[in-house]
C-alpha cells in the first residue's frame, strides 16, 4: 500500500521561498507519476506539478510556472516541491499525490501541509 507523508509546510512572507517533501513508502515508484495540488477552504483541489518517476520529465500549472519546481530524490524515495517568489495565492493546503503511469487521475493522497505566505 503506498503512503505518502508530507513536510516542510508554514508560515512566510511574500517573496520567500518554502520547500515542501513528501515521502513515499509502500512500493517501487518507476512506474508511478508524482504530484503536488493544493486547496484553499471553499475551492477545489487544483492541481500544481506533477513529474514522472521513472523519467523525470515535469509538467507544471501556468500560476506556478517558473517560480516552483518539482524533482524527487528516487534513493530516498522522496519528492519535493521548491517554491520560490512565493505570493499571497500561493496560500493553501499543500498535497503528495501519485498515481499509477497509465491511469486517469492521481488516486493516492498524502494528510496535506499548510502553506501561508503573508502580504
Known amino acids: 500500500q503506498v503512503q505518502l507523508v508530507e513536510s516542510g509546510g508554514g508560515l512566510v512572507q511574500a517573496g520567500g521561498s518554502l520547500r515542501l517533501s513528501c515521502d513515499a513508502s509502500g512500493r517501487t515508484f518507476s512506474s508511478y507519476a508524482m504530484g503536488w495540488f493544493r486547496q484553499v477552504p471553499g475551492k477545489e483541489r487544483e492541481f500544481v506539478a506533477r513529474i514522472w518517476w521513472s523519467g523525470g520529465e515535469t509538467y507544471y500549472a501556468d500560476s506556478v510556472k517558473g517560480r516552483f519546481t518539482i524533482s524527487r530524490h528516487k534513493s530516498k524515495n522522496r519528492v519535493y516541491l521548491q517554491m520560490n517568489s512565493l505570493k499571497p495565492e500561493d496560500t493553501a493546503v499543500y498535497y503528495c499525490?501519485?498515481?499509477?503511469?497509465?491511469?486517469?487521475?492521481?488516486?493516492?493522497w498524502g494528510q496535506g501541509t499548510q502553506v501561508t505566505v503573508s502580504s
Open positions: 499525490s501519485a498515481k499509477r503511469v497509465g491511469a486517469e487521475r492521481f488516486d493516492v
